[in-house]
Every structure is written in structure tokens, then in C-alpha cells.
């Protein structure tokens, strides 16, 4: 009898019984610190890096100008960004551009869908991206043009050029949702953004005085060669905080990186010996640059023996580049942000699904995808978003231009933009 009661009673104790708490999902610490860390060092790579790199490549009366565009890019850059860039890239809305739920930063989750990182975090490292993308356009128009235009250029450049990029490639776009196409860590959203928008502003602009008809020869290779190491340290959370995790994807990204920037320094070198008999330390650096941009859309879709042939391919491409815009073409693209950044961006965006495959040492395509597939992809990215950034700046340059004047005038060209502009000296040697 007792026996029976107590089997009449488990029924209603099991039922009563809690049903098993499923394990949170939280953010994880090893994570989240890689990120924070990788974001610390892509802003290193704006400020000083980019800053040192073409402030060592102007004529020493502009240097201080070229410091106060990246200063001034980056803190306009980080405002709009905030204010509403992140919401219109990963928030909620369209393929085209994201909505403004998240506008002064509002309402991040937790956890970031798909990352095991506070949304926050997420947050700060794109936009580190946001930040040295406008910088890098910087180069192409540097001793020649007006503060005040640089930093309304630069609002509305972010605006209406990086934020649709982004959210078309990065955000969950038409770009990567409807057509596939991959982009690592920003080899389309970044530099071929910078590039093109250079190119389009050194042609608009025109040449600085006395472009190709007297040298014009950078002032500190010094500072030059120090802004690249930063830039190339700051590299490794570029690519490698890109995988937003701390494992063998990070570790690889970070791997490819080095070697591609290795490999371009020898092949642009050799490039360079055979065109002028000499091995320049101006044009190590630029090699190691150009190796960087080219696999950087490519940095975790490929294994090391890619990221070196793509390296080696930067050297001598992006060598050719220059040579082409600045000699034959004749657009004073003063420091080479398309030949070098353009260009890169671009060569590596368009062949590396050549080396994605096991049997070349990668991780192998998307799944049911094939690698002349996956190239087509790749051009229709890289195409629209060139389409875009082309016809954007163009018009941006020209809406700027009615309300700031654009190109300093030929006094202050030749007094220099230090003291025209800010009343101030780089180098005060006198004191």
C-alpha cells in the first residue's frame, strides 16, 4: 500500500520539480581583452602611425598640417560614429544601410549576435576602422589644401561613402548576402574606398606646384620608417581582431599579415633596384604597406603560402601603380594612397580566392561555391563599391567647395601649410 501511495505521488513531485537551467551565454574575457586590445591598435595606427608615416613623406613646412588631418579626422570620425554610424551599419534595416536603433549608441546588447563579445567592444573596434579610413585619404591631397575643408570632407566622406560600405559588405548588405562576396578586414570597405576617393581628389584638386619639374623629396625618411612600424604592429589588430575572437583564426590572420608585408618589401625592392640602381628606405616601408593592404581582405580566408604569393604580387603591382599614376597618368596622388592602398586593397579582394583552396594551403571556398564564383563575387564587391565611392566623393568635394574653399593659395603653398593653416612650426629650431 505504501508502495502504491508513493508511486501515485511521483508524478506531481517530478512535475513540481524546476526544469533545468539552460547555461547563459556570456561574453568571454579572453575575447572581449584580444578585441580591446586590437582596437587600441588599430587607433595606434591612425594616431601616430599614419600620421608619422605621411608626416615623414611632406616637405618639412607641412608636417604639423599633416598631423592636424588625422588628429581632426579621427575625432570627427569617432562622434559620427557614435552619433549614428555604428546604428546605419549594424543596426537594424535594409540591405543597403541599417536603421537608428542603436543611434547615440543605445540599446547595444550584452552580447553581440554572432560573437562572444559585449556588443560595446564590438562597437569600439569598427570603429577604429571608421577612423583610419578617412585618414588614409589624407595622402592624396596633402601641402595643398584648407583645413576647414578637410574636416567637412571628412564628416560627410564618412557619412556617405564608409558608412554604406561598410554596411553593404560588413553589415549584412546586398553585398555579402545577396551576392557573397568576402571581405576579411577591409581590403573593399577600406582601402579600396581610400584609394579611389584619392584618386578622384588628387585629379580634381590638381598637382602641387612644381610636380614633376622639380623634386620633391620627403623631409624625415625617419619619421616615414617609424609610422610604418607602427602601422605595421597595429596591422596585426587590424587583421587579427578582425576574426573577433582570440584563436587559430586570429593566430593565422596575424601570421598571413607578416608574411605578406615581408614578402612585398623584397619584390618592391628588387622593383626598385632595377628602376633606379638603388634599394630606398622609402621604398621598403611603402612595399611593407602595399604587402599589408593586399592581404588584408584576404588575412583569414587564405594560409600562409598565399599570403606570401600575395604579398609578392603587391610589391611589384603597387610599384607599377605608382610609376603609372605619377609618370604617365600625371596626378600628383601626393603620398600613394591609391597606387599603394587602391590598388592593393583591390589585387588582393579580387585573386585571393585563388589560394582559399586546401590544396593551396587555405581553409577551402564557402561551401557549394567555386572559386571562379567566388571571383565574380569578388569583382561585383569591388566594383560597386569603387562605383560608389567615386561618384560620392566627387560630389561631397564639390557640395564642400561652395561653402569652404578648397586649395590654399600659391602664397600660402609656398609659405607652407604649418604656419598658414595653424600658425605654428613642426620643427621650431630656433628655440
Known amino acids: 500500500m505504501r508502495l502504491a501511495k508513493y508511486l501515485t505521488i511521483l508524478p506531481l513531485a517530478l512535475a513540481a520539480t524546476p526544469a533545468l537551467a539552460q547555461p547563459e551565454i556570456v561574453s568571454d574575457s579572453g575575447d572581449t581583452a584580444w578585441i580591446l586590445t586590437s582596437s587600441a591598435l588599430v587607433l595606434l595606427m591612425t594616431l601616430p602611425g599614419l600620421a608619422l608615416f605621411y608626416g615623414g613623406l611632406v616637405r618639412v ?49 550584452d552580447l553581440r549576435e554572432g560573437t562572444t563579445l559585449p556588443e560595446s567592444t564590438f562597437a569600439l573596434f569598427q570603429m577604429t576602422f571608421a577612423i583610419i579610413t578617412p585618414a588614409l585619404v589624407v595622402g592624396a591631397f596633402a601641402e595643398r589644401v584648407r583645413f576647414g575643408w578637410v574636416a567637412a570632407f571628412g564628416l560627410l566622406w564618412t557619412l556617405l561613402v564608409y558608412i554604406p560600405a561598410a554596411r553593404w559588405v560588413w553589415g549584412g548588405g546586398w553585398l555579402s548576402t545577396n551576392i557573397g562576396t568576402l571581405d576579411f578586414a577591409g581590403g573593399i570597405v577600406v582601402h579600396t574606398t581610400a584609394g579611389v576617393a584619392a584618386l578622384v581628389l588628387a585629379r580634381m584638386i590638381g598637382p602641387r606646384k612644381g610636380f614633376n619639374k622639380t623634386l620633391l623629396p620627403p623631409h624625415s625618411p625617419t619619421l616615414t620608417m617609424a609610422g610604418a612600424g607602427l602601422l605595421w604592429v597595429g596591422w596585426f589588430g587590424f587583421n587579427g581582431g578582425s576574426a573577433l575572437a582570440a584563436g587559430d583564426a586570429a593566430s593565422t590572420a596575424i601570421l598571413n599579415t607578416h608574411l605578406a608585408a615581408c614578402a612585398a618589401i623584397i619584390t618592391w625592392l628588387i622593383a626598385e633596384w632595377f628602376k633606379i640602381g638603388k634599394p630606398t628606405s622609402i621604398g621598403a616601408v611603402t612595399g611593407a604597406v602595399a604587402g599589408l593592404a593586399t592581404v588584408t581582405p584576404a588575412a583569414g580566408f587564405v594560409g600562409p603560402f598565399g599570403a ?124
Open 61 to 109: 613646412r607641412n608636417v604639423l598640417s599633416v598631423f592636424m588631418h588625422c588628429f581632426i579626422i579621427a575625432a570627427i570620425a569617432s562622434l559620427l560614429w557614435a552619433v549614428a554610424g555604428y546604428s546605419m551599419v549594424f543596426g537594424e534595416g535594409s540591405i543597403y544601410l541599417g536603421g537608428f536603433g542603436n543611434v547615440m549608441l543605445s540599446g547595444l546588447a
Open 308 to 431: 606570401m604569393m600575395l604579398g609578392a604580387l603587391a610589391g611589384f603591382v603597387c610599384f607599377g601603380a605608382v610609376l603609372l599614376v605619377k609618370q604617365i597618368m600625371k596626378i600628383d596622388d601626393s603620398l600613394d594612397v591609391f597606387a599603394v592602398h587602391g590598388v592593393g586593397g583591390i589585387l588582393g579582394s579580387l585573386i585571393f580566392p585563388i589560394f582559399m583552396p586546401e590544396a593551396m594551403g587555405g581553409p577551402g571556398l564557402p561551401e557549394g561555391v567555386g572559386m571562379v564564383e567566388q571571383m565574380v563575387s569578388q569583382a561585383i564587391g569591388v566594383g560597386a563599391v569603387a562605383a560608389l565611392t567615386a561618384v560620392a566623393t566627387l560630389f561631397i568635394a564639390f557640395v564642400v567647395s561652395f561653402a569652404l574653399p578648397m586649395r590654399v593659395d600659391e602664397e600660402e603653398e609656398q609659405t607652407g601649410l604649418d604656419l598658414a593653416s595653424h600658425g605654428e612650426r613642426g620643427w621650431d629650431l630656433d628655440n
